[in-house]
């Protein structure tokens, strides 16, 4: 499968990579993480350039890699620091790859390296602000390609449907979404009117009304990373009355059947509620581990390895964001394409 390279993923969440090896597939390349004495992350290609070994089954020495098989060690900029066997082999290296942390995760740049721009990274502080908002985050392996997980995210429409905590099937009939497209970056704006309170929206919500104005606006900026602003308030009441929440959903792919989700919830309101944090956070791991995970794995068992557009999908009002993220990604991969 062909990948965007010259793009930020997400390869772990910052606490994940420690003075232990990671392995980790991304893109289909066999990666394994660690950070060095100065504590700054280190990525290498997963794989000894002796025997190929997989270096993630050695250990640590002094900061550097020593390969399990036969003791070579190799740096932070992948070049053989050590053999025990003698004189050090000129073509004793490992590729490295640039790494970047940002917003509780580590990101990592497969493409060319003079490239790898911090301020290419689309904007995620919202996430960031503690003071005002209280995260909860996880992570899931979704069995399917990541561009179907973008679509179900995009297209939110199915919440009505296939969720319990965070849909409502009452209002869908007076809902309504608009699309905006701003250079690579695509938005879904979606509204819910009038809708009676979901369950995980009565948490957090402190009125006499039984309904709200419900929002979902979600931004998606290639290859897959999807930024959404949630939130409820008295019908036609300001969006700054009402409890809300900034949710990260960054996918990267692993292989072309397999996605690394990383998600962060974090809401704006009782946000010293340590206890609602855990309802929160074992809620959501839920609506996608039990819901979307199964439904979008089941789709693609469905397509039989074909490619989505090949199968001339029905196209219903709601797939506008997702076709246009589509679009956008290929014409980028194959504008790649044409300059490496």
Not at 133 to 149: D, E, F, H, S, T
């Amino acid at each position: 499968m062909t990948y965007l390279r010259n793009a930020w993923y997400a390869a772990a969440f910052d606490h994940e990579v420690g003075d232990q090896l990671l392995a980790r597939t991304l893109l289909d390349q066999f990666l394994v993480f660690y950070r060095d004495l100065d504590g700054k992350p280190v990525a290498l290609a997963d794989r000894c350039p002796h025997r190929f070994a997989p270096l993630s089954m050695g250990k640590l020495v002094d900061g550097v890699v020593q390969c399990s098989y036969h003791g070579m060690r190799f740096g932070s900029n992948g070049a053989c620091v050590h053999n025990p066997h003698g004189a050090v082999p000129k073509a004793a290296q490992v590729p490295v790859f640039p790494l970047l942390e940002r917003h509780g995760l580590v990101w990592i740049w497969m493409g060319e390296a003079d490239k790898a721009d911090p301020a290419l990274l689309p904007d995620f502080s919202a996430i960031d602000d503690h003071v005002k908002r209280a995260p909860v985050r996880g992570y899931l392996r979704v069995g399917c390609n990541y561009q179907l997980v973008t679509d179900n995210l995009l297209d939110l429409s199915h919440v009505a449907y296939l969720h319990t905590l965070i849909g409502n099937a009452d209002s869908s009939a007076r809902n309504s979404f608009e699309m905006k497209v701003e250079g690579n970056t695509v938005y879904a704006y979606n509204r819910m009117p009038a809708e009676p309170l979901t369950p995980l929206w009565r948490m957090m919500w402190n009125k006499p009304s039984n309904v709200g104005d419900r929002r979902a606006h979600m931004r998606w900026d290639p290859p897959s990373l999807l930024s959404l602003d949630i939130g409820i308030t008295e019908c036609g009441r300001p969006e700054s009355e009402g409890p809300g929440a900034a949710v990260a959903h960054i996918l990267t792919p692993e292989t072309k059947g397999s996605t690394h989700y990383f998600w962060v919830f974090a809401r704006d309101t009782l946000i010293d509620d340590e206890s609602l944090s855990e309802k929160i956070r074992v809620g959501i791991d839920s609506v996608f581990r039990l819901e979307d995970d199964p439904m979008v794995t089941a789709c693609e068992s469905r397509m039989g390895g074909a490619e989505l557009m090949d199968l001339k999908p029905v196209m219903l009002t709601t797939d506008a964001s997702a076709v246009r993220a589509r679009r956008v990604l290929a014409a980028l991969i194959e504008k790649e394409k044409v300059t490496l």
